[in-house]
């Protein structure tokens, strides 16, 4: 049994029924028991499933919930055979109720105490009815599975305001009647269910409808969407500065973060621009990384064999998008013993900084 992949939907486990986000069509217990233990009919509850001596595992699970309410450590014949019902519960709950500090697992360190009953909360402050608990869990919707003749809810007032404005989107776009038709189907598949003000994330279109781009539109104008992409420019930034040294990464990313969204007295620049000043110095803070931990760690005779080891415009590039580095490193540094040694001029010559 292998691993679970973090966007798999919660499910039933087939033979314990307990609700979680499952490796298979069983929970690990139950794969478990039924590795080691022959198949057969529960003596309790009647199933085909596996048993350990005459018993399932959940009706076991039972039986030991009515010992401990009993005030017994073990589970014994009398309780098995007692088994009437069974009370579902949440995957690996029996399994983390000991991981968690000040527990003990029973027949180790003596037997546990016998819980107190709590308190009856007074009448006035009980919970009202009508109260939906919310679970602390994130699951995502998998509207792959959806049937048009058994889900879609055209009566859904989500579905009636979503097809209303992407009509009227549609008419405003010039869409096709075929794109127009498509964009109405998707509605009604990822808002027949829906409920409240919950969000649709994007993230959850894409392996369920067609034109995602354009529903995700009429969904914001509804303010039904999570838009949960990352920015293409984050994964870029991300994937060049990756291999740099920390302190150099630090101030590199500054730089161009400033560069593209500006700063106090700094334009945001074109993107081409950002693009052109970080593949500029790109390999030259490449081998700076493997020399030093920190721009200030960088001397003039650094900056002169640059500068004389390129030509033309190339050279000319370098050296004002150096320029762009220093000042906008200097500019943003916290205190003097972060900025800086050294400088590169409007000529390329080298000045030392201000403290």
């Known amino acids: ?61 039972q039986a030991l919930e009515d010992a401990k309410a009993a005030g017994k450590p073990t589970v014994s014949e009398t309780f098995l055979r007692g088994v009437r019902h069974q009370q579902l519960f949440f995957a690996r709950m029996h399994r983390d109720h000991y991981r968690v500090p000040g527990r003990v697992r029973l027949g180790k360190l003596g ?56 009509r009227a989107l549609g008419e405003a776009r010039g869409w096709s009647h075929d794109l127009a038709k498509r964009i109405d189907e998707g509605m009604v598949v990822l808002l027949s269910n829906h409920t409240g003000e919950d969000k649709i994330r994007y993230s959850e279109l894409l392996p369920a409808v067609r034109h995602r781009g354009r529903i995700a539109e009429v969904l914001d104008q509804l303010g039904l969407l999570n838009d949960d992409r990352v920015p293409a420019f984050e994964t870029w930034l991300e994937r060049k500065l990756d291999v740099l040294a920390p302190g150099i990464r630090e101030a590199t990313e500054e730089w161009i973060r400033t560069l593209h969204t500006g700063g106090p007295r700094t334009h945001p620049r074109n993107i081409s621009t950002v693009w052109g ?67 590169v001029s409007d000529t390329a010559t080298i000045t030392h900084s201000h403290p």
């Open 1 to 61: 049994m292998g691993g679970i992949s973090p966007t798999k939907p919660a499910a039933t486990c087939a033979e314990c029924f307990a609700w979680g986000v499952l490796p298979g069509c069983c929970c690990r217990a139950c794969y478990t028991f039924h590795n080691l233990h022959p198949a057969g009919q529960c003596a309790a509850c009647h199933r085909i499933v596996a048993i350990k001596q005459d018993y399932c595992r959940l009706c076991w699970l």
């Open 277 to 343: 000043y970080l593949g500029a110095v790109r390999p030259i803070l490449l081998t700076w990384s493997h020399d030093y931990h920190h721009l200030r760690e960088v001397t003039r005779d650094d900056i002169h064999e640059i500068s004389h080891s390129l030509q033309g415009n190339t050279r000319h590039h370098t050296l004002y998008a150096l320029r762009s580095l220093s000042g906008i490193a200097r500019r943003t540094a916290r205190s003097s013993a972060t900025r800086p040694r050294v400088c």
């Open 111 to 166: 037997t546990r105490k016998v819980r107190s009953k709590p308190a009856a909360i007074p009448p006035s402050e009980a919970a009202p009815d009508g109260i939906q608990l919310q679970l602390a869990l994130d699951l995502r919707r998998d509207y792959r599975r959806f049937d048009r003749r058994q889900h879609a809810d055209l009566n859904n007032p989500a579905v009636i305001r979503a097809r209303r404005a992407a």
